[in-house]
């Protein structure tokens, strides 16, 4: 600490502080001042004393007085320090006007050079005091000059008299004045302390709300088990989350800040996945949104949506990669396990079929009446279970996106004269006569797959025979325009109630009620028929009257020719 | 001395139907239950008609195919694969002169085959 801020820090008279403590400041300030000033004196007194016009006496005296006020300072300024303010102002102000009654001549104290010394205490006590003490002061030094002046026999000084009250006034005046602004300023200042107080305290609360939010918002997205990435517009990712990483296996660092490009010509996706992901997340297509892609050894779900600001003006990309790969085992091992049990339960059936047969052909000798009918009996049921078996496979091929549709040249009227192979002795043997008609505007080759169109007239037809109990069932190929064609089947049955038209065509559902169980199959007939005519992208419809009857139509895209055939659209499952 | 047939198929019970299917038709049988015997005997023989399944024990049946369609000494033997896999069948489609997806029927088999001898 230099000197200079020593002195700063004495000198300096805070504004701010209680009126009391800034009192006790100015009269530490004074009492310095004045217990440093006399003190020269002493040295120079010494010095002096006995020369000319200054008397051993009077040197003396002076020494005395520096020395007095300087032990008087000090007393002072401890009651100032640890007693009161006030007390220790009050008494250096009365100190003061002793002190000067001592000071010299008492003409010159009444009328002269030294009648100036008594309005200082008058000044002082409107600073020290307060302001309406300076005319208890002004009253003090009147007393004062009064009785110096009847003890030294001289005329009273009256006009200083009336000038110490005209100082109390002018020292009033600016004391209160000076008080009253102080006072404002402390307002002022306690008004700011307490806004700064506010503002800090809300500033630190909207600071702890936004980590809490944002760590938040971080340990959500931190925890979910789903990969998160989301684009810029630009194509650049902004922000990727810790399952992302360990999903394509590639640290966060390596993905954030890179482009859509780059993250996806590093991946261990197969080129063709790589443009699909890629049309995703560039144009975050509806189409595409779901879809499986083998990413190295595992099966990712990608879905991808804009991110939109507060205008609806898309800003973004999020997508997120969900982990399928145990589901993708489990649905292969389900699939596989369809097929097996198809394949394993075929070949007995086919055996049971194939001996059956051979005992009604008499290939191990004659047989009665009975035996054939027997045979025959073996041979039908053991078709029926072998249609439920190829069903279920096809039902698995379908689901597993196995099933192919072939384009090859086929004749309508052959198809129809097949499913009449199937079909004529089933219905025949329900006393239900089965009519086709296959209308001259059909073109006599189209291209298609015969065994699925088959399969789609034989499935139909045959629903048409299982819910028909007498007339006739009509079977109808027709070209419906110069784009499609229709297969079209009309029963004679009960019809399907309106609230079973939602489900008829979902796998392993029949109609509820009493013809359910009577009708044999698992449910599968409509639901394969559905899902092969989708897969020609095709469409099904169904007009059903109770107890007149239904109706299903079935609509095809007519291909005519080899090689205008049109794209068969693509699964994605 | 009747045509000889060549049954390659591994499963007992359809080898037996479809050796008395080709019988009936006239052919002079033979039953063969894996890749291997079929491989070895395709060389000492030449028979009419071969009914082969795909997915029999050692080799698979698609090799034994093209191995017979590679021989010239068996230019005119006819093969009947006999199959449980569609996918597998549509795959020989081309190679085969018949190609026959189980459950395969005693009559089927005996009727196509008839019809095979009348051609030769």
């Known amino acids: ?573 | 001395m009747s045509e000889l047939a060549l049954i390659i198929e591994d499963d007992e019970d359809l080898s037996e139907i479809f050796g008395q299917a080709l019988s009936a038709a006239g052919f002079t049988t033979e039953v063969i239950r894996d890749g291997l015997s079929a491989q070895e005997r395709i060389k000492q023989v030449v028979p009419s008609v071969v009914t082969l399944d795909m997915h029999i024990p050692h080799i698979p049946g698609n090799i034994i195919l093209d191995q017979i369609r590679a021989d010239k000494r068996l230019a005119n033997t006819r093969v009947v694969v006999t199959t449980a896999d569609a996918q597998m069948g549509e795959t020989v489609r081309g190679t085969a002169d018949l190609v026959l997806i189980k459950p395969i029927t005693f009559t089927q088999l005996r009727d196509l085959t008839f019809r095979l001898h009348q051609w030769e």
């Open chain 1, 1 to 573: 600490m230099n000197i200079k801020s020593i002195l700063d820090n004495l000198l300096n008279i805070p504004s701010i502080d209680p009126e009391d403590s800034r009192r006790r400041k100015l009269l530490t300030i004074l009492l310095f001042g004045v217990a440093v000033l006399p003190l020269p004196l002493i040295p120079i007194s010494l010095f002096l004393g006995g020369t000319t016009g200054f008397t051993q006496n009077e040197a003396q005296i002076t020494v005395a007085i520096a020395v007095t006020v300087f032990i008087v300072s000090i007393i002072l300024y401890g009651i100032n320090r640890y007693l009161s303010g006030r007390l220790s102002a009050s008494l250096f102000l009365f100190f003061l006007c002793v002190i000067f009654v001592f000071a010299d001549a008492p003409e010159e104290l009444v009328n002269g050079r030294s009648l100036i010394l008594f309005t200082i205490p008058i000044v002082f006590s409107s600073i020290l005091l307060g302001p309406a003490s300076s005319f208890v002061f002004a009253l003090l030094s009147s007393i004062e000059i009064a009785a110096i002046a009847y003890f030294a026999d001289i005329f009273p000084n009256v006009p200083a008299m009336v000038s110490f009250f005209a100082l109390a006034v002018v020292s009033w005046l600016s004391g209160r004045s000076l008080e009253q602004a102080l006072k404002d300023l402390r307002v002022v200042n306690a008004e700011l302390d307490q806004r700064v107080v506010e503002r800090t305290s809300e500033l630190s609360a909207a600071l702890t709300r936004e980590i809490i939010e944002a760590g938040r918002r971080e340990a959500i997205l931190n925890s979910i088990a789903d990969g998160v990435v989301v684009f810029d517009r630009n194509g650049m990712a902004i922000l990727a989350n810790p399952s992302i990483s360990i999903l394509i296996n590639k640290p966060q660092k390596e993905i954030i800040g890179r482009g859509l490009n780059d993250l996806l010509d590093s991946s261990e996706l197969k080129a063709g996945d790589r443009g699909n992901v890629a049309a995703l997340l560039e144009k975050s297509a509806q189409d595409f949104s779901n879809f499986r892609v083998a990413w190295g050894k595992k099966t990712l779900s990608v879905n991808a949506a804009d991110v939109r600001d507060d205008n609806d003006r898309v800003i973004g990309t999020v997508a997120v990669f969900r982990d399928f790969t145990r589901e993708a085992e489990l649905e292969q091992m389900k699939n596989t396990f369809v097929a097996i049990v198809s394949h394993e339960l075929r070949t007995p059936l086919n055996a049971i079929l194939g001996y059956a047969e051979m005992l009604k052909e008499a290939v191990y000798g004659q047989i009665n009446e009975k035996q054939q009918g027997v045979s025959v009996r073996i041979m039908t049921n053991t078709q029926r279970l072998l249609g439920i078996v190829s069903d279920l496979l096809d039902q698995a091929q379908i689901e597993a996106g196995r099933l192919k549709i072939q384009m090859v040249p086929c004749k309508p009227a052959e198809l129809l004269d097949n499913m009449r192979g199937v079909m004529d002795k089933i219905a025949s043997d329900k006393g239900l006569s089965l009519i086709t008609e296959l209308d001259p505007s059909m073109p006599s080759i189209i291209i298609g797959d015969p065994q699925r169109l088959q399969q789609i007239m034989v499935n139909l037809a045959g629903n048409a025979v299982k819910f028909s109990d007498k007339g006739s069932i009509y079977v109808k190929v027709f070209s419906y325009d110069k784009k499609s064609w229709r297969i079209q089947t009309i029963d004679s049955g009960n019809g399907i109630p309106e609230d079973a038209l939602g489900y008829i065509f979902e796998s392993f559902r029949q109609v509820e009620g009493a013809s359910t169980r009577q009708h044999g199959g698992v449910g599968l007939g409509l639901s394969i028929v559905k899902q092969l005519v989708e897969l020609m992208n095709g469409t099904i419809a169904v007009k059903t009257e109770i107890g007149k009857g239904s109706t299903f139509t079935v609509t095809l895209p007519l291909v005519m020719h080899e090689g205008l055939t049109i794209p068969l659209r693509s699964r994605q499952e």
